[in-house]
């Protein structure tokens, strides 16, 4: 790992459109006003606790070979990681939360509803401060087109490589309240680490992904992409 890196910290306001939560939710047709009502009251009270806060740097990176990419001295391993960052050096190692209040809002543990409620709209809150994280090292860095990859997206990136992408950041993830599990889960849960890239092709790390009802969804699967990138 490069030393005496100089790493971002930022407080992300919390942004959630109450409204088009609520409709994300799909109790279905005929649904009480009662779980419309449960429903909004749960996001104005994440909105009104949520703290996001993100860690970023510059880092420098080196494609070794198809499958591994090498960034301040740590490598990872991803034949997309590989193939997108062929013609890059810098590149934006990032982690995001929704912060330790909101990730302790906790509801009746038997209401199932409830509880599925809320962690949806953590997740939608998690997902804007991502983008907020984005436009905003986009703006700062003078990047004109920037795309991004999370660890666990895809097959060819798994959740492990978690790991080595915190160890680019030497604890400093502490500062906004992260920390990795021993099985190498993020704490808060609602969390997401990933790496931004200068990138002009309009490339979307969505175009890859199967999981089709993903509140962070930017773009459609394309099954012609993924015989690009990893056929």
């Not at 880092?59 to 960034?71: F, N, P």
């Not at 409830?114 to 436009?135: H, M, N, P, W």
């Not at 991004?148 to 604890?171: A, K």
């Amino acid at each position: 790992m490069v030393k005496d890196k100089h790493i971002y910290q930022i407080d992300i306001p919390a942004r959630l459109d109450i409204e088009m939560a609520v409709r994300r939710l799909q109790f279905g047709r005929g649904s009480s006003t009662r779980l419309e009502e449960m429903a909004r009251e749960l996001a104005e009270s994440a909105l009104a606790i949520a703290r996001p806060k993100g860690i970023y740097q510059i880092s420098h990176a080196r494609v070794i070979d198809k499958d591994t990419i090498e960034i301040d001295g740590v490598n990872f391993t991803s034949k997309v990681l590989s193939k997108l960052l062929c013609d890059r050096d810098e590149v934006v190692p990032f982690i995001v939360t929704v912060g330790k209040e909101l990730d302790e809002m906790a509801v009746p543990p038997r209401d199932m509803l409830r509880q599925f409620s809320l962690d949806a709209i953590k997740t939608v809150i998690l997902v804007g401060a991502v983008d907020y994280l984005t436009e905003y090292v986009k703006e700062k860095h003078g990047i004109p087109r920037i795309a991004l990859m999370n660890p666990g997206e895809l097959q060819d990136w798994p959740i492990s490589q978690q790991r080595p992408l915190f160890e680019l950041f030497g604890r400093e993830e502490r500062e906004i309240g992260v920390s990795l599990t021993p099985g190498g889960a993020m704490k808060p849960i609602k969390s997401r680490s990933g790496i931004l890239f200068p990138n002009e092709t309009g490339f979307i790390s969505c175009m890859l992904c199967t999981q089709v009802k993903c509140p962070g969804r930017h773009a459609k699967y394309d099954a012609e992409l993924v015989k690009e990138y990893l056929g």
